[in-house]
């Protein structure tokens, strides 16, 4: 007599972890196949659970998004906090590099989570708080760097948008395979990055007679 076989249990998450496990399939396919690619339903089926079973933690792709992009945000104020922390000891601008050289380098490495982080029209930013507070904190930081380290005369309010305009820039270009265009004949990928964050934080110490 032949016992019947037991069929072999799911692997793809713990009981009572499904949320988590949804955001590592979103964030396995968004790797794999960018954010078309990405949809509750094939996150679901990532997971190995029921095509509905998604839907009491996430009522839409947004929501999937959003959660997703809480985690990844939450990982990058995390890499900077830890990168000023590591230069404690330096001046203003020393440490403010070190949070644009973080932010780059985490960009770098997680090209799809950057996409999703920074395309608001992708996430409920405005209805996430944990968005809202981390990219805060980072703003934070950075807007006290460099009150204090730039040089007298220099609008510190400009100088954020600066900031934030080429750090954002320069990971775009990095993320969409534009950076080497720009770069034909010196540095490549994170060289260009770090000299030109060099070259702006060299501006700052100099005053607006540097520009």
Known sequence: MTLPVAPEPRQ????????????????ALLEEGGVEALSVRSAAQRAGVSPGAPFRHFASRTALLTALAEEATSQLRQRVEAAVQDAAHAAPLARFTSLGQAYLGWACEHPAQFR????????????????????EAI?????????DG???????????????ALAYGLARMAC???????????PGGGEAMSAALSFFVQLLEGGPSAG
Not at 158 to 164: G, Y
Not at 176 to 186: A, I, M, Q, R
């Open 150 to 164: 730039v040089a007298p005369g220099i609008d510190v309010r400009l100088a954020q948008l600066t900031a934030r």
């Open 116 to 135: 999703v982080v920074s395309d608001r029209r992708l996430i409920d930013f405005d209805g996430s708080e944990r968005l809202q507070a981390d990219n």
């Open 139 to 147: 703003r934070q930081l950075m807007g006290r760097l460099l009150t």
């Open 176 to 186: 969409d395979g534009h950076l080497d265009e720009w770069t034909p004949s010196g």
């Open 12 to 27: 793809s998450y713990h009981h009572g972890n499904l949320r988590q496990a949804l955001i590592d399939a979103a964030l």
